[in-house]
């Protein structure tokens, strides 16, 4: 198996602009989760899926954040609009169950000037 | 509401010392439990875990973690420490959390290692 997938890797954008981010779980995995990481907050959950439902999204910053999973392979994670403060490398994740191991992907970097 | 500490932020130790990172949790029952681990520029890459039987489990790379109820622990060792393990180590703890289930990670302990 590939592992979990995410694009892009990098982003660099403009404040105000709409950033989409794009996870591809592993294949059979019922669970997904989104999390933030910077140096300041350190690793933040801020929504996790199961069955492609959003269970929890009390970690989502704001209203200008919002993730969706429209299938069992693919979620989505869009920020619009972006702001600096934004800037943080987001993982994606998923587990064969909520409370099972979960395995990360490499990560996208997003910088927002 | 469960919570987990690592109550160390940064540990330096030299090349072949033995290591122990601690990790503590507030939660009732017994939850799972697991360590990663985390390189520069990388996703967090799971260690070891806990869900129950023997309380000392074995997991990649040479390292080990015991659970200990009584002190609500689940402290990482490893008997000899490479240069390649300096990374941040996190500590995660999955239990049922109000309504659904839930998995918190703590704070993460800085590893370094002096040649």
């Known amino acids: 198996d590939a592992g979990v997938i995410q694009s892009p890797r990098h982003e660099v954008t403009e404040m105000g602009q709409e950033v989409t981010l794009r996870c591809k779980p592993i294949?059979?995995?019922?669970?997904l989760f989104w999390y933030r990481q910077t140096m300041m907050r350190g690793l933040e959950l801020l929504i996790y899926?199961?069955?492609?439902?959003?269970?929890?999204d009390s970690g989502m910053p704001e209203d200008r954040f919002s993730a969706k999973m429209p299938n069992a392979s693919f979620s989505t994670l869009k920020i619009q609009p972006s702001e600096p403060r934004d800037s943080a490398v987001y993982f994606c994740?998923?587990?064969?169950?909520?409370?099972?191991?979960?395995?990360f992907g490499p990560g996208t970097r997003l910088t927002v000037t | 509401a469960q919570s987990v500490t690592q109550p160390d932020i940064h540990i330096t130790v030299s090349e072949g010392a033995s290591l122990e990172l601690r990790c503590n949790y507030s939660?009732?029952?017994?939850?799972?439990l697991f360590w990663y681990v985390q390189s520069p520029g990388q996703g967090l890459q799971l260690l070891l875990k806990?869900?129950?039987?023997?309380?000392l489990v074995q997991g990649i790379k040479g390292f080990e973690a015991e659970f200990k109820r009584s002190q609500s622990s689940f402290n990482l060792r490893k008997p000899s420490v490479h240069w390649s393990d300096a990374a941040e180590y996190f500590c995660?703890?999955?239990?049922?959390?109000?309504?659904?289930?839930?998995?918190?990670f703590g704070p993460g302990t800085s590893l370094s290692v002096i040649p």
């Open positions: 899926f199961n069955n492609n439902v959003p269970i929890d």
């Open positions: 939660y009732g029952a017994t939850p799972y």
């Open positions: 806990y869900f129950s039987g023997d309380t």
């Open positions: 994740a998923s587990s064969p169950g909520v409370l099972l191991e979960q395995y």
């Open positions: 294949s059979g995995h019922n669970s």
């Open positions: 995660a703890v999955g239990a049922l959390e109000t309504s659904y289930d839930k998995v918190i």
